[in-house]
């Protein structure tokens, strides 16, 4: 079977694999249709990406075809399109115990602790997968989705918070548009007007705020939105940003890092007390994550259209992938296409 391959930082490769064989116990076969091009794949292709060992197929973001389904598994069939949770835990730990397979000691991610989708066929838990009406290019886009969906879920908000949303790449806007469903007003803050221009199209009733680089420009922040957001969600994988997130929080209120770096971050700890902060991570997402953004794209409050920017055949994706990294290339979201053959 064809696989995509990241070799080394900076080489991605077509290779030949094994086929995975029939189905065991609670696993089902599927065919992969397409797989979602995520910012952690990225980092990974820059040799940036933490718990990761080359070589190793990526792929977490998958939209595929049930193809045959194992024994104790009634509730898919052959021929079913699914959105893929792509966490793999056991058992084992409190975290576990208490739902959270998001972030039990045990998780692993596909495509980043294990090899993942960017493969023809996979054996997956029957568990793992999400049936869907939705055609499997869009169910390529859940799990993105979802990563926003548990960051916002993260703070329970009331839903008449400000909020600001740091950083405008696919998990920024998934966060921002989850929390406008729910109510908040919110900001999203950005260096690139062009990537924030995008973001008012994707997200209705989102304001937004370019933010000079390697500035926090806090006080312009607070002057734009009348007073501190009550809820500061940083999205950017960037360390500098996400020490300066802290800074930008209410009275009381809630800093939620979604990205992550290998380094260490600090901040200001008179500040953190003096306003009585509370500090989250949010760290993939949970079944429930999927249900509700399943629900959201088939009952039309998310459209994922225009989230895709870049489409190509697996197998050519070496090839072009170093043109979609370019700053010219306007990547949103790329997704490759497989199309199962033999």
């Known amino acids: ?155 329970d908000p009331v839903g008449d918070e400000t909020a600001v949303v740091v950083g405008a790449g696919p998990i920024g806007l998934a966060a921002a548009q989850f929390a406008v469903l729910r109510g908040l007003a919110v900001t999203m803050v950005d260096v690139s007007a062009t990537r924030l221009e995008r973001a008012r199209r994707l997200v209705p009733d989102l304001s937004t705020f370019v933010r000079t680089a390697g500035e926090t420009a806090a006080e312009d922040l607070f002057a734009s939105l009348g007073e501190p957001p009550e809820i500061v969600w940083d999205c950017t994988g960037n360390a500098a940003s996400m020490e300066t997130s802290i800074e930008l929080a209410a009275h009381g209120g809630k800093v939620v890092m979604v990205g992550i770096v290998r380094e260490r971050i600090s901040f200001d700890d008179p500040l953190f007390h003096g306003r009585e902060l509370s500090l989250l991570a949010s760290r993939n997402a949970v079944g429930r994550d999927f249900a509700s953004v399943l629900s959201a794209i088939e009952n039309g409050n998310v459209d994922t259209a225009e989230w895709i920017t870049h489409r190509t055949p697996a197998r050519d994706f070496p090839d072009v992938v170093e043109n979609w990294l370019t700053p010219e290339s306007g990547l949103l979201k790329g997704i490759l296409q497989f199309n199962g053959d033999e």
């Open 1 to 155: 079977m064809l696989a995509i391959q990241l070799t080394k930082p900076g080489l991605f490769e077509t290779v030949e694999v094994p086929h995975p064989g029939k189905p065991g116990e609670g696993e089902v076969l599927v065919r992969v249709r397409h797989v979602g091009l995520c910012g952690t794949d990225i980092h990974a292709f820059h040799g940036r990406q933490p718990f990761f060992a080359y070589p190793r197929i990526l792929g977490h973001e998958l939209g595929v075809e049930v193809e045959d389904v194992g024994p104790g598994v009634d509730s898919l069939r052959p021929g079913t399109r699914c959105a893929v949770e792509p966490y793999l835990s056991t058992p084992g730990d409190r975290a576990f115990a208490r739902g959270k397979t998001n972030c039990a000691a045990s998780t692993r991610c596909l495509g980043v602790h294990c090899d993942g989708g960017m493969v023809e066929r996979l054996l997956l838990p029957a568990r793992l997968l999400h049936p869907a009406e939705a055609g499997t290019e869009s169910l390529a886009l859940v799990e993105t989705l979802c990563i926003g969906h548990h960051a916002v879920g993260r703070v």
